[in-house]
């Protein structure tokens, strides 16, 4: 079990806070700041406690300084919603950071550069890390996003300063590692999305765990056509068909009940105005593809989901961002709110899917981060999570 901000006195000190600001810009305006809520009752419980506290993120990709992607719109929107001034620094490392990080007093807030400013950050290089690490006495990691990532700010200064988790990242360890451990049975997992080479290892590590595995979107097209159906012009990941095949066999053999599509709606092309028709989905003419599961699917795995006693789901059933295929991943998410079991959203479209369609709030767990998410049902241990002390 590790650390978390709970475990530790932070009064008077400096506490160095990698969050997740990594949000969607419309030029210089924020156009939806869940993941900087998601971080405020960290930063509140540090500021009541008395911690100096030093926020830093990564925004975008950007190679080397650049303006479009300044933290600067979030320090904007941070101080209203702490209604307190946080300021920004010009820098992430340097002389206006140090600065402002040694005036601070107990309960103020204060944001630093993006960090992805210097290629040291991704590269985890250690005297970028041990730099970062000077700014402050304590490290909180509270960025799942950015857990699967062995970068500077996410793991490198763990080295150097007593590193816990924030109540993001407690969170996210706790729901999602109940649910894969000792889960409230029958457990179910949802799997979409487009590609089969995404989930491998996410299919691998479930079919040990759950009673029900349940795949749409385009990854069900191939294991259709390891079945030997037709699947029209439907994405097809065709080196990974005897993979499909194995993995069938396994849960199989693991008495998991692996569900396919029995029906799909297909489109002459890919265009929410196209032709479209409801076929079998092991029948998808030639000239069709696959774009959603099709409404027998969708009270097949609706029945499942309801009566799960914990649900996991990650991936859409079809091109949900098109409104005539997006009845397949609405009736995913209006299930799960409906579900009476503990339901969990990993992070990534599906997160985004039921934010847009209005489920959130009636999930027992929506995760923050889509990669960190996939890893973490992947069995794998994430570099952001090792790094934190242990209780």
């Known amino acids: 079990m590790k650390k978390t901000i709970q475990d530790i006195n932070v009064k008077s000190k400096r506490v160095l806070v990698r969050c997740d600001f990594n949000v969607p810009l419309d030029g210089v305006r924020i156009t939806d700041d869940t993941r900087i809520r998601a971080a405020l009752p960290t930063i509140r419980h540090l500021m009541e406690n008395g911690a100096r506290v030093i926020l830093c ?6 190679k080397g300084i650049d303006p479009s992607a300044s ?3 979030v320090a904007e929107r941070l101080s209203d919603l702490l209604e307190i001034d946080v300021p920004l620094a010009a820098d992430v490392v340097g002389p206006d950071a140090q600065a402002k990080a040694a005036a601070l007093t107990d309960g103020q807030v204060m944001l630093i550069e993006n960090v992805r400013y210097y290629k040291e950050e991704e590269a985890n290089d250690p005297a970028y890390a041990k730099q970062l690490a000077d700014l402050a006495e304590i490290f909180v990691n509270d960025a799942f996003g950015t857990a699967h990532r062995a970068h500077a700010s996410t793991a490198g200064v763990a080295d150097y300063l007593p590193a816990v988790a924030g109540f993001l990242i407690q969170q996210e360890i706790e729901i999602m590692g109940k649910a894969l451990q000792n889960p409230q049975r029958p457990f179910v997992a949802v799997l979409g999305g487009a590609k089969v080479k995404d989930k491998i290892a996410v299919i691998e590590n479930l079919l040990d765990k759950v ?12 294991f259709q056509k390891a079945l030997g159906g037709d699947i029209g012009k439907s994405l ?12 069938m ?12 599509p ?10 929410n105005d196209a032709l479209r028709i409801t076929v079998h989905s092991t029948q998808i003419p030639a000239e069709f593809e696959g774009m959603d599961i099709g409404p027998q699917t969708r009270t097949i795995f609706s029945y499942e989901i309801r009566n799960a006693g914990t649900v996991i789901w990650n991936g859409p ?4 961002e098109m409104p005539n295929f997006s009845r397949g991943t609405y009736t995913i998410a209006k299930a799960m709110a409906e579900s009476q079991g503990v339901t969990i959203v990993g992070g990534g479209d599906s997160a985004a899917a039921v934010e847009q369609m209005g489920f959130a709030d009636k999930m ?17 241990e994430l570099p952001g999570i090792a790094c934190l002390n242990d209780r």
């Open 57 to 62: 993120s990564h925004l975008g990709r950007p």
């Open 71 to 73: 933290l600067a719109p």
């Open 211 to 222: 009673d029900v595995l349940l795949i749409g979107g385009g990854m069900s097209y191939t």
């Open 236 to 247: 097809l990941d065709a080196d990974r068909v005897e993979l499909a095949v194995r993995l």
């Open 249 to 260: 066999e396994k849960a199989k053999a693991n008495k998991v009940r692996l569900v396919l």
């Open 262 to 271: 029995v029906d799909n709606e297909a489109a002459r092309e890919f265009s």
């Open 317 to 320: 059933m079809g091109v949900f």
């Open 364 to 380: 027992s767990h929506v995760s923050t981060g889509g990669g960190a998410s996939l890893e973490f049902l992947e069995g794998k």
